[in-house]
């Protein structure tokens, strides 16, 4: 079946600009993740979407980021007033079950990377 | 907050040599541990998973590891590698949840291992 999908697979963007990247995670599942790696860097959480929940922000680095989810299913990640250092791969993740447990496998997107100029 | 430590950032061996990679987390209580592994050009997947019970795990392609409470550890270990499993290696840990947390994961920041034919 199809797995998580992600677009655009690239964005370069000025410094500056707001920039919106797209997640599709796996139909049916209902927790879904969003990562950042940066170069050198390991993956590092940034938010997380389970079911009908407020989401879990706790990961976000600034107020310039900003994540929903629409009708549970398909999400958006914004982020305003890019800097440079914003520079990585966004990465999301969706997992099936109705309730978090710190078990669950995740099923990783191909990401977007996006570069800041 | 956790922490992951991976202290190989680069390894090359040949085929057919023993694998091991080390990981180490910093969190004193209940943890679920991870390893995942991208290969070139292909998404993050699951290797395999420790939540408890027997502290040696096996995983997909021959991949198993050893969670040693005692040493905050849980090593990826390979008796033989193989061409194919050139990739990245990440390992990760889950000790958010505690009746309601979110299953987002810390992740290290991966072991580019080659393998040379």
């Known amino acids: 079946g199809a797995g998580v999908s992600q677009s655009p697979s690239n964005k370069v963007t000025e410094k500056g600009k707001d920039v919106e990247l797209r997640c599709d995670p796996i139909?049916?599942?209902?927790?879904l993740y969003w990562y950042r790696q940066s170069l050198g860097q390991g993956l590092e959480f940034l938010i997380y979407?389970?079911?009908?929940?407020?989401?879990?922000k706790s990961g976000l680095p600034s107020d310039r980021f900003s994540a929903e989810r629409t009708g549970g299913s398909v999400s958006t990640l914004t982020i305003q007033r890019t800097q440079q250092e914003d520079s990585a791969v966004y990465l999301c993740a969706s997992t099936k079950t109705l309730q978090a447990s710190g078990r669950n496998e995740q099923f990783f997107g191909p990401g977007t990377r996006l570069t800041v100029l | 907050a956790q922490s992951v430590s991976q202290h190989n950032h680069h390894v090359i061996l040949s085929e057919a040599a023993s694998l091991e990679l080390g990981c180490n987390y910093s969190?004193?209580?209940?943890?679920?541990l991870f390893w995942y592994v991208q290969y070139p050009g292909q998404h993050l997947q699951l290797l395999l998973k420790y939540f408890s019970g027997d502290p040696l795990v096996k995983g997909i392609k021959g991949f198993e590891a050893e969670f040693i409470k005692s040493k905050f550890s849980f090593n990826l270990r390979k008796p033989s590698v193989q061409w194919s499993d050139t990739a990245e290696y990440f390992c990760?840990?889950?000790?958010?949840?505690?009746?309601?947390?979110?299953?987002?994961?810390?992740f290290g920041k991966g072991t580019h291992l080659i393998i040379q034919p």
């Open positions: 139909s049916g599942h209902t927790a």
């Open positions: 990760a840990v889950n000790a958010r949840y505690s009746g309601g947390g979110a299953d987002g994961l810390t």
């Open positions: 979407f389970q079911g009908n929940s407020a989401p879990d």
């Open positions: 969190y004193g209580g209940t943890v679920n």
